[in-house]
């Protein structure tokens, strides 16, 4: 029992612990900027996308599909911005939408999008990226709320880098919800202290509640094959107390039939 309790405890201290964890990174005030990656495959992207949105203050980025993801480009800023991880893109968006009061836009050169430059925002906003070389697919593209684009001023080139086109749409909406500047301090800006990683680096962990929900489904497991082992050592108690009763009323009876045969004996 002891035991059992010292395991919900530190259970329970690792829940807490990760539930700050997740909502710590982000610092940003006004309303909260959002990126999904889904179908973004080069290994230096998806580190350079997440350096970007730690710098203009991305409350969380989205991973879709695999739990694991190249930090290559991240210089280790991946520490300071929460992740968290859907298993489709339809989950993703639903939850951006109903959960986080999202609009979702995508970024893409197509009939109808806007000019970031003229900032379309109306309020919480997730960013959804297609792949580097075919850009968004038909069925991304019907999950989204609308599109802005990046106008290009050249002619040597049909398309931005998928990082470097997140970046400057990135920057655009911090400029917009009015994100504070961070301090400077020489030539650089002035870095957080890294916190503590609750995950190894490169792996999205399941989300909190789904963590809660699996540990409280462990103990209550634990807890009914406690009942369940307390109740069949009753059980076999039980036997025992009566065959024990039985192996003393044989006893009884043997010794008043001996004692009988001893009277009869003596008669």
Known sequence: MEASTATNQQERAADEAGSSAAEAPSTSTGPASYIITHSVSKRHNIGTIVRSATAFGVKEVCLVGSRQFNTFGSHGSDAHVAFRHFDTLAKCVQH??????????????????????????????????????QGMTERQMALCDGFVYIPQHGAGTASLNVAVAASIVLHHFAIWAGYSERQREGYKFVVAEKPQRTMARGVVRESDDVVRAQRQQRRQQAAEEGEEAAAGGGWAAGLFDEEGEGEGATEEEGAEEGQGAVEGEEA
């Open 96 to 133: 951006l939408k109903e959960v986080e009061g999202c609009r979702v836009l995508g970024i893409e050169i197509c009939e109808g999008a806007l000019p970031v430059q003229e900032h379309p925002f109306t309020g919480p906003t997730a960013f959804l990226l297609g792949n580097e070389g």
